[in-house]
């Protein structure tokens, strides 16, 4: 009898100090993570009776909390919700948060480490909790030009500072407004929700940061962005480039989509091939450079890795291992190459900054109730994607898509634009994708965009770039440059 309850004792403390273990482990590793979670509606209660901190362009609320005459003390308001939504993401009681609203909640609310020493002073002055304000990079006129140039159209758009990285415009549309999540009127959120989520236009999706997409001939800015740097090349070197480029291992040829030559010439210079974006040109110049110069040229402007860690963006990527077929059908943006809008607006920054990618980023500072800077970003190199060289050459070769090829529709009045289009086909069942991103001014760069559209249902050649996406990425540029 002794020997058992000395066995159910023994099994007791080591159940006991389990317990003490797990509850230690807990609350002393686990207690932010689980203090973060969407689904832990204690906290999210206790939460909603604080002061959130705003999320600020300039000095101008796009988020705020306002006080409220229910039983969660404060109601979250979103200014010009929709063209924002896919920035600031929501802050819900039924369906947590998203975008900067998840990524900087710590901040937002005041329980960031950063902040403890503020929470001692509210205690002790029994001042309510405030959480810090969040100031993003966006350019106020920039965004509200994406998303009026979005209208009607299903795509996104991405501007950057080319030497800095800052994000100046993010858009995406169809979009929705975030102030029907946040609503305090629980049955009208889930509704809400239920709509969003069955919506075949897919209004919550990030397309700018976090769909992939085939880029098309944008790409064909990597695939010259190689051959110039392998020293094989120069913007006179003649490329072969028939209306249709034989391929090895297939019966299928490489042809361009207007079914004719380039310029004209069997034998393009590399700056007209670009100029009317050649198909066998670049097929050409991807099976005389091989896959893995295309891999590694693509991982210098940022393919396979994520940014904006505010916004969960998607790696951009560039087929592995792909046969001569593959490699001069991915020379051309198509296979299975897939880029995000961000990802072909950093092409073109790092070509417009001398060939140095930066760190993109939106949160340009955080700072508490008081105005003390908590955080504040610093622009930071990414990669030496080119040499200065070949980045002054591609820029010469991309004004010349602008001001003589397939990119006129992206040209402003005293103002010199360096740019590519590109159309990316899916399948003969369905319109193929436009892209258009550019620089500008070129000899000054203060802004690089990519704008992508789905479904361009026009005819199916390279021009869509031009006719849909440029005039969207052309009201973006003069909005910054005040034109």
Known sequence: MNSAIRRLAMAAIILM?????????????RAGELNGRNDNRRVRDSQFSVD??????????????KKSNDRFEFQRSYASGPVYAPVTGYYSYLYGRSGIELTQNAELNGSDPSMAFRRVIDVITNRRQQGASVTLTLNAAAQQAAYDGLA??????VALEPKTGRVLALATRPSYNPNDLASHDLDKVSAAWKKLNEAESKPMSNRAVKELYPPGSTFKLVTAAAALSSGKYTPETKVHSPAELPLPQTTVPLVNENGQNCGGSDNATLTIALRYSCNTAFGTIGLELKADALAEQAAKFGFGERQLPELGAAASQFPGDPNEPQTAQSAIGQFDVRATPLQMAMVSAGIANQGAVMKPYLVQNVKTADLKTVSETKPEELHQAVTPEVASQLTQMMVDVVANGTGRPGRINGVEVAGK??????????????????FAPANDPKIAVAVMIEDANIARNDIAGGTLAAPIAK?????????
């Open 17 to 29: 100090l389990a317990l003490m273990a797990n509850s230690t482990y807990l609350q002393a590793f």
């Open 52 to 65: 959130r901190g705003p999320i600020l362009i300039g000095s101008t609320p796009i988020a705020q909390s």
């Open 152 to 157: 009607g159209k299903t795509g996104a758009v």
């Open 421 to 438: 289009t590109g159309t990316a086909q899916t399948s003969k069942e369905r319109p193929p994708f436009a892209w258009f991103t550019a």
């Open 475 to 483: 009201q973006v540029m003069e909005a910054v440059l005040g034109q």
